[in-house]
Structures are given as C-alpha cells and as structure tokens.
C-alpha cells in the first residue's frame, strides 16, 4: 500500500460470506469503516446501521476455499496488506486490469475459430463471443468491450459489448429499463426510485438503482446519473479518438484471495474473540454439505453454554463417517500460486493412520517425471506418503516391475484432507532425488517468479525456502549414508 496506516482510515468496506467475521474484525482493527453490516455482524461486533457505499467489497468464492475482493484500486491495496500482515500463507491473486474497464480493442484474425475471437486490448487479450462482435469475416476490426467481473485469473478474461457505468448509488445499463436493488424492500421507495429513473435516464440507456439509493436525496441521485452520463460521453469521445488497442475507461479492480490452512486457523482464531468457536471452524466451512451442516448445529449447541470440549468430541465422531479411510479413492488438488488448478487423479489409500497418508496411483500415460527427467511408463506406480498439516509430502515413483524411478518432494501449503480430496497450494520449488541417489533442487526460479508477480509474499517464500533447506540437508544425508552402503 502507498503511504502510512493512516491512509487505511478512509476506506469503507462491505463484507459478506462465512469468513466475513474474523475478516471485518480485522478490517475495524486497521481503521476500515465497515458499511453494509449484517445483522449477526452488527450483533457480534456492536456496528451501527451503516449503509454508504464501499470502497471495497468482500465475499466468498464459489468453493469457500478463500474470498473474492472487488473495489478501488488504493482501497483493494489497502485490504490485501491486512491481509498479508496477519495470515501467513495467505496468496492474492490481484487481477493486471480493472475489473469492469471499457476498451477499445482490435479483433485477433489469427484466433477467430468458432463462436469465439480474441480481442488485443493492449494490457491483456480476452475472449468474445463472435456474435457480440458482429464480425462476419476474419478480418482484424475494432470493437469496444468491457471486462465482465469475476473471473477466473488463469484463463484470458470474458469481454461483452453491453457497456455498463456502475457508480455509488447507480449503474447505467445499456437498455431502455430501470431496476431496483432486490434488497430495497420499501414499495413507495421502489415506485419512487422506478419514476425518477423513467424521468432522467439518458435516452437509450437504462438504471439499476443500487442499495445506497434508497436513502440518498433525489438531487444527489440526478446529479450521479448527469456524471455517469458524462462518463458515457466521454467514453464515446476518447473512443473515436484513440486508436486500439486502449483502455477507455475503468475504476473498480479485482482480487482472488486463496486461504490455506494456516490463514483459515487465523480466522479461527480472530473469530473465536467474539462468538464461540470450534477449533477448524473455517475449514469445515470449506468443506460444504454434512460437514459444514453439522457444524453449525454444534456451535448453536456452544451459544448455549455446553462445554466446548463435550460438543468439539461429539462433532468430531458425528463427521468422521464423511472422511475416506483405508481402502477407499480420494481425488488431489493441486492448487498453483496463479490459481490453476490441477486434479492429479484418483489415488487410493493404502493406509490411513491419524494425520498420515500413504496413498499410490498407476499410470496410465507415457511421459516423463518432472524434475527426474526419468520417463513415465503406461503401469508405474506412484506411492505418497503425507501428513495432514505439513509442508511437503513425498512421493516415489517405480515401474511396474518395481524398478526405483526415482523420488520428487513437492513443498506446497500445509496439506488439508476433505472429504473426497486432498488440497494445498504449491509452492513451486521441489527437491528431487534420482535413481543414482543424487539430490537436487529444482523449480526455485518458479517461486521467485511467485513472489515478484505478487502472488506469494516474501514472509511466506522465506518460510517454505528454510523447510526446503531442512529437508535437503536430511536427504543429502541419506544420499551419503546409501552410496556408503553399495
């Protein structure tokens, strides 16, 4: 963030979703003024009834496996630094280009195959349907787009030719309708806003009333649609004016933030400071379904007085029917700092004793070992030994005559079992041991690269680099004491 903490106090923030305790007791901490609240936030912490609009907004992402953060470029700023001071293995994703940016853009005419074309807009290149494009041959053509919001980070974004204007109290949509926020219960205050809507929309356009309008005076509400007009003038303008690719206008931006193991025990932590809490809570909120179900008839049960210790026991055997033992299938997710995942397979589980894992996969595909160099063959066995919470597992690769192929020591997030998979987000640096013995690091420039994209903080590189170190040096070790032995 640019300048001091006191720059934090302007900051208005909405926050939603099951880390929304822990994250707006954090926020209130650093001077975020907290608008929005809902009624068991203002419960828990003593908020007033606030309703201006944020700067920044928080909500959870689809799998609950971390939050989606949308709002101005120095409030966004501002919240990620929160975050990274407390949560160590945290891992933000911040979007290169405003979230909801309008630009003039040129059609790719090498990438124009199917329903989709690719479209240069000078920061990134983004996908659109050919039939918004309106283009009838493979010929390069401008055309102006706007970035659609949350997205997935990894894949080049979604672009659409229906322009929208969002602001405070209002977004101008690009069809003749006015609309009101759902959460405007009021109906005289719903007819009110519809007739003014009717009487100042700019011709051809329309008005989504957002929830702030409903308590702002008429004036301020006109004066927004006469800027918001203007803005939509002046992006015609610099349209005609600017030559593609170029970003015409943009103001909100976007952030993925990834919350592993040890920042969900944080918001453990933070949370249990104003309502009872089982130790786990936000992993077992990841987790979804039973688990999750379960979980909240258990606090309920802690509201109530009963010992934790009594209720935390019985959740746990309540839950433990949920979680794969020996003998069954759990698949992996292989989570990489950009945010890609990769499902690695089925492995089963040769045994499962507390926190341990020894799980084993059969290839089916040629290929070759990353960092072994050694060739992958159709029957080769894999063989995992991991353990819940640790930084790194191992895994040894034979053919399937049992021939030794080598073995590859993947440093990641501490590991988490859910109900049916395994999940961590790689760290990138490996150690590899080959079939002669001989150890190496590998990938180390790939965690560098983590760490100068943003993804990755320095605190958490410096972590994982000392338990690389420490593993290195015990395999070195083996290494030796084995080559002293043939």
């Given at each position: ?6 720059d ?12 929304s305790?822990a994250?707006?007791k954090?926020?209130l901490?650093?001077g975020?003024?907290?608008?929005q ?20 907004e928080?909500?959870d992402?689809h ?24 949560l160590?293995?945290?891992?933000t ?11 003039k ?6 990438e ?21 494009a309106?283009?009838?041959t493979?010929e ?9 919001r949350?997205?997935?980070l ?5 672009l ?6 969002p ?12 609309k ?26 329309g ?17 927004e649609?006469r800027?918001?007009?203007e ?7 610099r ?7 170029a ?10 933030v ?6 969900k ?15 786990g809570h936000?992993?077992?909120?990841a ?10 008839m258990?606090?309920?049960t802690?509201?109530?007085g ?23 299938f ?40 990353d960092?072994?160099?050694t ?13 819940i ?11 399937k ?10 440093f990641?997030?501490p590991l988490?079992?859910?109900?049916r998979?395994v999940?961590?987000?790689?760290l990138?640096v ?7 013995n001989?150890?190496?690091?590998v990938?180390?420039?790939?965690l560098e690269?983590a760490v ?11 972590l994982?680099t000392d338990k ?5 040096k ?13």
């Amino acid at each position: 963030m640019q300048g001091g903490e006191e720059d934090i106090l302007k900051f208005k923030a909405r926050v939603r979703g099951i880390y929304s305790t822990a994250v707006t007791k954090l926020l209130l901490e650093k001077g975020f003024e907290i608008v929005q609240p809902s009624q068991m936030i203002k419960k828990r912490l003593g908020l007033e009834e606030n309703m201006k609009s944020p700067d920044v907004e928080v909500y959870d992402r689809h799998n609950r496996q971390g939050v989606r953060v949308v709002g101005a470029a120095d409030a966004l700023e501002a919240l990620r630094t929160v975050l990274l001071q407390h949560l160590i293995d945290v891992i933000t994703r911040k979007q290169a280009f405003p979230t909801d940016g309008i630009y003039k853009g040129l059609t790719i005419r090498d990438e124009m195959e199917g329903r989709i074309i690719r479209v240069d807009v000078g920061s990134i290149v983004g996908k659109l349907f050919r039939d918004e494009a309106n283009v009838d041959t493979d010929e390069s053509r401008e055309v102006i787009v706007q970035v659609q919001r949350n997205q997935d980070l990894t894949e080049a974004p979604w672009l659409t030719t229906k322009i929208t204007i969002p602001s405070e109290y209002a977004v101008l949509i690009p069809e003749e309708k006015i609309k009101v926020s759902l959460k405007i219960q009021d109906m005289e205050k719903r007819k009110s806003l519809i007739e003014l809507g009717r009487k100042i929309a700019p011709s051809g356009w329309g008005i989504i009333w957002r929830t702030t309008a409903a308590d702002a005076p008429e004036e301020v509400l006109e004066e927004e649609i006469r800027r918001l007009a203007e803005i939509r003038r002046e992006v015609s303008r610099r349209a005609e004016e600017k030559t593609a690719p170029a970003l015409l206008w943009g103001s909100q931006h976007y952030m993925n933030v990834e919350f592993p193991a040890l920042s969900k025990a944080e918001c453990d932590h933070v949370r249990a400071q104003v309502t009872p809490t089982i130790k786990g809570h936000h992993y077992y909120k990841a987790c979804g379904r039973t688990v999750s179900a379960s979980l909240e008839m258990a606090e309920k049960t802690l509201e109530g007085g009963t010992l934790s210790e009594d209720i935390e026991r019985l959740f746990k055997a309540d839950i433990e029917a949920e979680y794969p033992m020996e003998g069954s299938f759990i698949g992996i997710e292989h989570v990489k700092p950009s945010g890609k995942v990769y499902h690695l397979g089925k492995a089963h589980i040769e045994n499962r004793d507390d926190d341990m894992l020894v799980y084993s996969r059969v290839f089916k595909t040629e290929g070759f070992y990353d960092g072994l160099g050694t060739p992958k063959e159709p029957g080769d066995q894999a063989f995992t030994e991991a353990k819940i919470g640790d930084w790194s597992y191992t895994t040894r690769y034979f053919s399937k005559e049992g021939a030794f192929k080598g073995t590859h020591v993947n440093f990641h997030t501490p590991l988490e079992l859910y109900p049916r998979w395994v999940r961590y987000v790689d760290l990138e640096v490996d150690i590899c041991v080959l079939p002669d013995n001989a150890v190496k690091v590998v990938d180390e420039d790939e965690l560098e690269k983590a760490v100068a994209k943003g993804l990755v903080s320095q605190k958490l590189a410096a972590l994982v680099t000392d338990k690389v170190a420490t593993v290195l040096k015990d395999l070195q070790d083996a290494s030796a004491a084995e080559n002293q032995n043939i």
